[in-house]
DNA sequence: GAGCTGGAATGAAACCTTTCATGTGACGCA
DNA sequence: TGCGTCACATGAAAGGTTTCATTCCAGCTC
């Protein structure tokens, strides 16, 4: 025996037809049982393994769905996963998680990956707003939920108003009292970048001032090590023209930014306040308990999956959606500016 | 036009046999270029799009590897991920990144799911040493390497020595003149936790204790959750029953136990002493930066896949080695006894 | 002009499972 | 005895790709 056994292999040592031994996976009401119990022997005699990859061919998709997020190692995005998963294991499916990593050609490798294996549809939190390879894909009858990326009329999405999110917390920071405002953040292409920033631009006219005048700290990644060397950059610049608050565009970015301070003698929020976003579990550990714009992760990844299987369901009678969500600040020690100290003490 | 577009769609457009499709697709060189053309126009016309499942039931074998990992919610191993990642595509293979989450079902199911899928082969930090299920699969040719877990000599792993770890850690808490020790972790059963509990023994006994007298809090998972269950716990005890340092199985469950005591304004270290495991990027940047026992995560992943790629392709001359890399403490505030108020303080 | 060469294209077979129309035989009932 | 029914079991067809042994043909040599 080359490969491993078959169903043909199956059938030959229980002394049955192919049909029979696909039944008895597939229908097993419908074979005898003294026949169900011998070819069950035959299974385990042996170890025989279904094919998938044989069997999605016949039955022409797969019982798969794609998650594609701009970084596995950010927790606002494995939680995310975390409640895909379990709404896609509640309707039994299975979920294939993909990092793009930021990067638009492996955002498009990773869809024709997906396409090319058939999955049943895709949820993704995309690079950039408009993908026109993810528009052909969606042409040649694709399901598709945009994830944490407000999409137009045509498609499904989930998502948290990020423009209110960067409102909060900018309105947040005002109220503290904070004037001269930072923001860090990148690459600025990025929507949920983009969105936040905007959101602090308003509120920052609401308060009267010129929203030009928050200065932009754009970074090359939303990740911890960036945050730090953006950190390394504020603390060298010089006190007097040292933004008072930053506003991180997410908290990877924010716990790199305050490490930085914490390593360089700087005090949080004494010399400078930090409000991050998305609230991961790690905001509320951080060195000084960072303040956070929360998003509802879990239920935007059973959202996302619920408006999938709908579209993929119910093909004909299928409306899309976009469905929003409120982000919620949530405020820690980090931005607390009764513990600023006297301007005159630097 | 039904379904998607075939290869025999393709042809029919072009003018040519199914066979020569094939070919611009896999061996372009071997076309004319005239033809050639017409092909790929023909293509591009239709919207062909590969049914790898149809590719992958003629090739017998998929391109792909499973990665089974215990947490996809701890960043100790979304970095193995990487590197498992990073190595795989510089071979051309994609990964299939499974979630066990402690749980011996699950773990079953994703085997299973992977073995239909006749994936090339199979990366898995298991959830028990011994899996009888993993052992069949193995029998049945498919390739494995255990990750963050010793093998037999009849199997390939790559591990950090986690009895060193935790000799590493007692040793330091030894050192800094903390007597009463407890070690938080569990289930006890996973094997990781046994074995740094066990180096922590170790360490005791050498400095001339009796090892029986480490208390053993055991959790429920390895989580910031449980984390902080246990830290409720123990800022309930008496403060002269309660253990003057803890040290945790990996640094979730310090963060947990370290926001709790925070949260009930006991002092760390002056209260009480923590550390860590796996020094994870938040562990730097946590309320108290934590001493921890690092692990070369990205480089447990590389190591893992090369092993696994040489045992695919060199399948008759390969031979099984246990790699084990030596873990390293990293010390920070958490474990600070000089930071420690005076006994009559409290 | 016959025979040969090599590049290019062909078409059937194989991979494995599922489905469905068909076949078989036993049994009960009129 | 003959007919209909029912429960099982069968076998061929289909699904899309790749491979490989053939076939075809233009161009070349002798």
Redesign the interface.
Known sequence: MA??ASVKDVARRAGVSLGTVSNVLNRPERVGPETRERVLRAIEEL?F??????R??RA?R?RTIGLVVLD??N?FF??I??GV?EMAASAGL?V??C?SADNQDRENHYL??L????TLGILISPVTGENPHLN?IR???MSAVLVDHRSSRRQCSVSVDDVVGGELAADHLIAQGYDRLAFVGGPIGLNQVANRLAGARNAWRAAGQDPDRITVLETTALT?ASGRLMGERIAAMPARRRPRAVFCANDLLA??V??EM?RQGLDVPGQLAIVGYDDI??A??????LTSVRQPRAQLGRAATELLIDEISSAGTHQHRQVVFEPELVVRASTDNARRPRASAG
């Open positions: 490969g491993p170890g393994v279904r094919n998938e990859a044989a999605q061919l022409g797969s596995v190692g927790p494995t939680d996963a975390a998963e299975s294939l998680l990092n024709s990956v396409e090319e294996q058939r052909e042409t040649r009858g911890v716990l790199g305050l490490q914490t579990d790690f509320a550990a951080a060195a000084v308990p």
